[in-house]
């Protein structure tokens, strides 16, 4: 009985360790999301600073930001081939 209650113990040690990455790595991302909105808040036509928007929106799980974002990046050049890459993803 002390054994599993050591297996359990330790299971729920890992999973808090794993939850405070997580944590940490979604802060870094809103912490670079609002760098690059105040990136793109001074120059209205830089892309790939839309770009690395939609690519953080979609590490967050935000597929809607990252679609509108990637919108932006395609209307200032369609052609941005990593650009097409990423539509394909969001698309599937």
């Known amino acids: 009985m002390l054994f599993i209650l050591g297996i359990s113990a330790y299971d729920l040690y890992i999973n808090y360790q794993n939850k405070k990455k997580i944590d940490l790595e979604r802060q870094e991302i809103i912490s670079k999301i609002e760098k690059w909105q105040g990136v793109v ?17 979609y590490r967050l799980r935000d597929f ?12 200032i050049d369609p052609n941005f081939e990593k650009g097409r890459e990423l539509e394909k993803v969001l698309n599937h």
């Open 41 to 57: 808040n001074k120059y209205k036509d830089y892309r790939d600073g839309y770009f690395q928007l939609a690519i953080l929106e």
């Open 64 to 75: 809607a930001k990252s679609k509108l974002y990637l919108g932006k990046v395609l209307s």
